[in-house]
Nanobody, 121 residues
């Protein structure tokens, strides 16, 4: 299995922006649909945004539609999540992984450490 390294999180005020990065090592993302997930304390990990392998289709959780943008750079083996107009409800640890639909694949990589996003009101 490959490894996934998420970065770019931080503490921002409501309405602020962050850009998350997810770098895959030891495994190419080229042939895989990829997605971002998030998990906040006491809640299950949830799908946030996905992008297909050919970078022609995206999918978003309703609550982030219009505020978040997922993108990918296959040459850099990296997936990004641009988050604008952040809300306190977006506070969570953010992860990425390869997916089938909105479900993480079990055969691509184990979950990384994630990156903490905290939005203050």
């Amino acid at each position: 299995q490959g490894q996934l390294v998420e970065s770019g999180g931080g503490l921002v005020q409501t309405g602020g922006s962050l850009r998350l990065s997810c770098a895959a090592t030891s495994r190419t993302i080229v042939s895989y649909d990829m997605a971002w997930f998030r998990q906040s304390p006491g809640k299950e990990r949830e799908f946030v945004a996905g992008i297909n392998w050919s970078d022609t289709k995206t999918d978003y959780l309703d609550s982030v539609e219009g505020r978040f943008t997922i993108s990918r750079d296959n040459a850099k083996n990296t997936v990004y999540l641009q988050m604008n107009n952040l809300e306190p409800e977006d506070t969570a640890v953010y992860y990425c992984n390869a997916v089938i639909g909105r479900f993480a694949r079990k055969d691509f990589a184990a979950w990384g450490q994630g990156t903490q996003v905290t939005v203050s009101s």
